[in-house]
């Protein structure tokens, strides 16, 4: 296992985020889900090696926007946009977010979480299923626009299935 502090976003981390793991494009990932989080609608975790985030992950109360999910998986929260540093991956700091993020929905009463896995990264899929997600039957398309650096806006529809693991 990783040895990274995890943590709540802050402000002042938006833009060490957005240096060391920059959104794509034209795009301020960071900064929304530090928005969402001010809105209390959303956690945004960070990973920390000494003063250099390493990872994040976002867990949106209100679930996956999918409706789809929503019908099949009614209150359960989402653990979305989880990414590690390219040159940091296949260091457990990955699972460390996973669970930090297990933790925070679990203190907050929660009996179970979830999360979306596209059906191009087997890799990932694997490693949830390894650590207790299990497959709810859940399809769907996860649709997501983006702004490339030459500012053209790009609308993607992923297919993907959904996982939840019980919090117990």
């Known amino acids: 296992m990783s040895d990274v502090d995890i943590r709540e976003c802050r402000a002042g ?35 920390w090696d000494g003063d250099r985030p390493v990872g994040v992950g976002e867990i949106r109360w209100n679930g996956c926007a999918a409706p789809e999910v929503r ?8 653990i979305n946009g989880l990414g590690v540093a390219e040159d940091r991956r296949s260091r457990g700091i ?27 990264n087997p890799r990932a899929a694997a490693l949830y299923l390894r650590l207790g997600y299990r497959e709810t039957g859940c399809r769907y398309l996860d649709r997501y626009s983006y702004v490339d650096a030459d500012g053209a806006r790009h609308d993607i529809a992923d297919p993907a299935r959904f996982l939840v693991k019980d919090l117990g």
């Open 13 to 47: 981390d938006v833009p060490l985020l957005e240096i060391h793991l920059p959104s794509p494009g034209a795009n301020r990932y960071h900064e929304a889900r530090y928005r969402r989080q001010e809105e209390n609608a959303s956690t945004f975790l960070v990973a």
């Open 71 to 78: 019908a099949s998986c009614p209150g359960c929260p989402e």
């Open 94 to 120: 990955g699972t460390a977010l996973l669970a930090a993020a297990e933790t925070c929905a679990r203190d907050r009463g929660y009996g179970h979480i979830g999360l979306g896995i596209d059906d191009d």
